[in-house]
């Protein structure tokens, strides 16, 4: 079965830090371009970060030099470490393959980041 299965999330206060796991079944992440993706309480989706087939990573401003995303061949599972934690960054956060600007060919079912004191 081809799936996404996101972990990880938790009440966190501002300024700590998270590790996002996604796991995925079907398909080798390796030979795919993945994504981070989140949807805060009322609001859209919104782009977090990529990384392409070539290791080449890309971030959205407002979490650049904050989060970092990465992958693990061996295991096929691909994560976000999350430090320095704002408030604004509270919302479910998505593992997304072939992501471009809202739409994609799989995602899972969501991990819930909550930043607060």
């Known amino acids: 079965e081809v799936q996404l299965v996101e972990s990880g999330g938790g009440l966190v206060q501002p300024g700590g830090s998270l590790r996002l796991s996604c796991a995925a079944s079907g398909f080798t992440i390796s030979s795919a371009t993945m994504s981070w993706v989140r949807q805060a309480p009322g609001e859209g989706l919104e782009w977090v970060s990529t990384?392409?087939?070539?290791?080449?990573?890309v971030y959205e401003d407002s979490v650049k030099g904050r989060f970092t995303i990465s992958r693990d061949i061996a295991k096929n599972t691909l994560y976000l470490q999350l430090n320095n934690l704002k408030t604004e960054d509270t919302a479910m956060y998505y593992c997304?393959?072939?992501?471009?600007?809202?739409?994609?060919?799989?995602r899972g079912q969501g991990t819930q980041v909550t930043v607060s004191s």
């Open positions: 997304a393959k072939d992501y471009v600007r809202g739409t994609y060919s799989l």
């Open positions: 990384i392409y087939r070539n290791d080449f990573d």
